[in-house]
Structure formats: C-alpha cells, structure tokens
C-alpha cells in the first residue's frame, strides 16, 4: 500500500487549511528522518492512519506562521516536531504524567500530517527547542530514534551490563548515552550483519554479534529494537534474574510460545509506547552533554520511498533524513 506520492511533496497553498489555526504553528521543514514506525505506517501495519496521509514524525524545521494564541515561538525559531501531536490534558494518563499513554492522543505522521512535505502545521505546545550544536539534519534523528530510544533506556533502570537487539538509528544513539552513564553495551544484529557489528564497535559497544547467538556474559537487562517477536524468548535467555526485557518499537511480529523458565526468576517484559514531553525536554538536554553523534544519511524528499526501502531490507546505518530544499 503506498499511502503518499513524495514527488508532489505538500506546498503551502495546497495546505486544507491556509495558515495556522490558534496554538499552531506552521513550520517549513529543513530535514525529516526516516523511522521504522514510517514503514510500518505505509505498509498498513497500523491500525486507522489519517488518510491521505504525510507521513514523518522526526522534523526540524523554522516558523514560518504562528497562529493566534501562540506564546512559545515565533517566525524563524528553529524547532523540532515529535510523534506525539496532541493529547487531551484531560485524561487519568494526562493528569498522572502518562501523556504518552492519553486515549485521545493523536500522532506526527500517522493521525496528523508529518513532515515529509515543505511545510506542516504543529501545536505548540508539542514542539521542542533545539540545541544549536547540531544542524537540521543531525537533529531529526533525535525526534523520533534518540527520544523513544531514551524512554527505552529509561525503562532498562540502572542495568550495567545492556543488550540492544537491532542496531539500527534508535540503537546507535542509546548506545552513546549508555556508554556516557558508564553502562557496558553488548549489540545483537542481524546474523551475519558484519558492517552493523563493526558501526555498534566503533561507538563503544564491548561486544557485538549476531542476535541468535547465545550472549557472552548475563546481561541485567536488554532493549529491542527490530520488529522481530522471536527476539523476546532470545533476551529473556539472555537477561539474569531481576532483568528486564524493554520492546521499545511500536509494532513486533507474533512472540513465539516460551517455557515459564525464562520469565522465572522475576524477569521482566514490558513495551515502550510513544514518549512525554517531558522525555523530549530530558534528551534534548542530555545529548549535547554525551555529546550524541548522529550518524545519517541525506537524501532529496523526493527520495522518500527510496529511503523507506533501504530501511525495510537493512540497507541502512544509521538514521536517514529527507532534506527539504
Ligand atoms: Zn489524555
Ligand atoms: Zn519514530
């Protein structure tokens, strides 16, 4: 299913609503990154998208408009557009400090219009500041991969010793931030994904191999990133007792049957969904001190699905990022 035709990429008098309404802004977009969640996105993988859709959810761009009622920003600030849109403020999740959990949220690039177009509309009030150490396009990764990968971190606690399953753009960024809190990095790739393994050695990993392989030493806990079921059972054997298995990606294939062995010894499952605000604001601030190092690739928006396809069959490392001219 092609949900979008990037060679007619969104232009300002096309927009189904001239300008930004009250609290939005309209920001024209410098770079979008390419995330697996994308994919999953245009394949139909996910249930109820906005159709027709921009896909996109990883955006730096400049206010060019801001709507009545704006206070945060104004035309030419520089800001980054996350997945979470909007939430309801509203809700037992709102009101507990799970915005990312709210029941009315709606989402960049999947219920709302994302970023792989000229210009889209935001709310404010989900849009962060960026530092300005980094250009446009070593941001975007950040939006989407650094911010949901840190959830994920977070949720590991204070495991020492941290298996990460994918080695993909989430990866290569918590990696970095793990390596900066001291933390030992062992990377599970693909089987035989030589160049993967090298790129998870050269950013500080103390170990890198194939993800059915067994891991050299227990590990206190393990993030998956790769949309693959069959890994639970494989870092469920690969955790100690009290270790925590975080599935940090939005969508996983079916996760095969296991012996209650491997769950014994109060191991832990659980999945990462969507990010706070407060997430955000945490990462932004954090990575300049690691200092986080994007490793990206550039490509024209009109090479969206081009990008989509290199990410579907593993043909990337690192993040791409669509640059908006
Ligand atoms: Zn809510
Ligand atoms: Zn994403």
């Given at each position: 299913?092609?949900?979008?035709?990037?060679?007619?990429?969104?232009?300002?008098?096309?927009?189904?609503?001239?300008?930004?309404g009250t609290?939005?802004?309209?920001?024209?977009?410098?770079?979008?990154?390419?995330?697996?969640?994308?994919?999953?996105?245009?394949d139909g993988e996910l249930p109820n998208p906005k159709l027709p859709l921009v896909p996109g959810h990883e955006?730096?761009?400049?206010i060019a408009e801001a709507g009545a009622g704006v206070e945060r920003f104004k035309p030419g600030d520089r800001v980054?557009?996350?997945?979470?849109?909007?939430?309801?403020?509203?809700?037992?999740?709102?009101r507990s400090q799970r915005e990312n959990l709210c029941d009315g949220a709606r989402f960049t690039g999947y219920t709302l219009d994302g970023g792989y177009a000229e210009y889209t509309l935001a709310d404010e009030r989900f849009c962060f500041s960026i530092p300005d150490r980094y250009s446009d396009a070593e941001t975007a990764p950040l939006l989407c991969a650094g911010l949901i990968g840190y959830r994920s971190l977070v949720k590991a606690g204070n495991a020492q010793r941290l298996g990460i399953y994918g080695f993909g753009a989430a990866a290569h960024i918590v990696a970095q931030v793990a390596?900066?809190?001291?933390?030992?990095?062992?990377?599970?790739?693909?089987?035989?994904?030589?160049?993967?393994?090298?790129f998870a050695l050269s950013l500080g990993a103390a170990w890198a191999g194939d993800s059915n392989a067994p891991s050299p030493s227990p590990l206190d806990a393990a993030i998956i990133f790769a949309p693959a079921g069959e890994l639970v059972p494989q870092a469920l054997r690969a955790v100690g007792k009290g270790g925590t298995v975080?599935?940090?990606?939005?969508?996983?294939?079916?996760i095969p049957s296991f012996p209650y062995s491997i769950l014994w010894g109060e191991r832990t499952v659980c999945s990462v969904a969507n990010l706070t605000r407060r997430d955000g604001e945490e990462f932004l601030a954090l990575a300049p001190r690691v200092p986080?190092?994007?490793?990206?690739?550039?490509?024209?928006?009109?090479?969206?699905?081009?990008?989509?396809?290199?990410?579907?069959?593993g043909k990337l490392q690192g993040a791409a990022v669509l640059m908006v001219d």
């Open positions: 299913m092609v949900l979008f035709e990037p060679h007619r990429p969104l232009r300002l008098t096309e927009l189904p609503t001239p300008g930004p609290g939005q802004v309209l920001v024209r977009v410098a770079a979008c990154a390419v995330c697996r969640t994308d994919l999953h996105v245009v955006i730096v761009g400049r980054g557009i996350p997945w979470l849109g909007w939430t309801c403020g509203e809700c037992n999740f709102c390596r900066f809190q001291g933390r030992q990095v062992f990377a599970f790739t693909r089987p035989g994904d030589t160049a993967a393994q090298k975080v599935c940090g990606g939005i969508h996983m294939s079916d986080v190092r994007t490793e990206i690739q550039k490509l024209p928006l009109s090479a969206a699905n081009e990008a989509l396809q290199k990410l579907r069959t």
